[in-house]
């Protein structure tokens, strides 16, 4: 593994603005990304391959061992930073103890507006797959491992793009290009091939989508996991 190499692993909820991050680093002329390189593995040892779409098509186009994916994320040297968007879940069972090698993100989300969302493809979503309790997991291992990581809040970041990705940039020890607020409309050759699923707003959109206030009720039978998950929530928010 290269020194030379700043890898940036991005650690978020499911229906954030992960893929908008990921399109904001692929506009630098210094920067490979790369979406998702665990979501293979992850629907390859849960459940989640019965309900989630397009299971069969995704695993079938990546590799599904945890730690030989750890390993490529390791070593890619093609660009001086690396990318990783990545979400906290698709840790699971796996050694963790890379992540000392890289710059972490954890990229959350008000839940109310999460699980809205993500119920609208994932019917019953439980905690498992909306990812609070990972994330809040994954703090507390960065903290007690003294890894340097940053937790950043989706609706900051729409609030203020230029600033937030300055303090990114920054706490990342990297510099901040303007070129990150703007792209062309349209997909990626990076995008995994769930981007028919999930993508179609950052497919249309040119930049940082301006923050809205979504007052949109989630379903009364999922009342039990907003509660949970705002727990978690509010612990990731505590400095």
């Known amino acids: 593994m290269s020194t030379k190499i700043k890898r940036i692993f991005l650690w978020s909820s499911p229906r954030n603005i992960s893929t908008t991050l990921m399109y904001s680093f692929a506009q630098r002329g210094d920067t490979q990304v790369h979406d998702e390189p665990l979501y293979g593995y992850y629907l390859s040892v849960t459940d989640a391959k019965e309900y989630h779409p397009g299971a069969s098509e995704i695993m079938n186009s990546m590799k599904c061992n945890g730690d030989e994916v750890i390993h490529d994320m ?38 109310k507006r999460m699980i809205a ?44 793009p230029r600033n937030s990705l ?25 995008d995994g091939i769930w981007a028919e699923f999930w993508y179609k707003n950052i497919h249309n959109s040119e930049g940082f989508l301006h923050y809205q206030e979504n007052k949109e009720d989630i379903a009364q039978d999922l009342l039990p996991l907003h509660e949970e998950a705002s727990k978690y929530y509010d612990t990731l928010k505590k400095l």
């Open 117 to 160: 969302s993500f119920s609208k493809v994932i019917s019953n979503p439980t905690m498992r797959d909306i990812g609070y309790k990972d994330q809040a997991e994954l703090k507390q291992y960065f903290e007690s491992e003294g890894i340097e990581f940053m937790v950043v809040d989706s609706k900051d970041i729409l609030l203020d």
């Open 166 to 190: 300055k303090n990114i940039c920054m706490k990342a020890g990297i510099p901040f290009d303007e070129a990150m607020l703007s792209w062309e409309k349209g997909a990626r050759p990076e």
């Open 74 to 111: 390791l070593t890619v040297d093609t660009e001086p930073i690396q990318f990783f968007k990545n979400m906290g879940h698709h840790l699971l069972n796996l050694d963790r103890s890379f992540l000392k090698k890289g710059f972490n993100i954890i990229l959350t989300r008000d839940p």
